[in-house]
């Protein structure tokens, strides 16, 4: 019923920048709440970034404000923008969104991954 796409991940050298976009389509009335993850192998998945409909961000600490979460309403994507990037940022990026169905359900899906390798 709905799908998400992960896309913008690569190698990148430290104090760069990637740009990762997260698009939903299907039977989408809107983006709720929206947040993204990373993993390493062997750690748990651990929250990088998250908005609410409402507005309100949240970033875990270790981001140091080098990155931005934002969305796009007309397109049904979410980007995180993310500036400064240093080698232990290197892990596989998951969007995941509370998204409103057109039949009126709140329903989380999470997209498939993305690989950011921040190595010189």
């Known amino acids: 019923q709905v799908q998400l796409v992960e896309s913008g991940g690569g190698l990148v050298q430290p104090g760069g920048s990637l740009r990762l976009t997260c698009a939903a389509s299907g039977r989408i009335w809107s983006i709720q709440n929206m947040a993204w993850y990373r993993q390493v192998p062997g750690k748990d998945r651990e929250l990088v970034a998250s908005g609410t409909s409402g507005g309100t961000t949240y970033y875990a600490d270790s981001i140091d404000g080098r990155f931005t979460i934002s969305r796009e309403h007309g397109k049904n994507t979410v980007d995180l923008q993310m500036h400064s990037l240093r080698p232990e940022d290197t892990a596989v990026y998951f969007c995941?969104?509370?998204?409103?169905?057109?039949?009126?359900?709140?329903?989380?899906?999470w997209g498939q991954g993305t690989q950011v390798t921040v190595s010189s």
């Open positions: 995941n969104l509370d998204i409103r169905t057109v039949w009126n359900r709140v329903e989380n899906y």
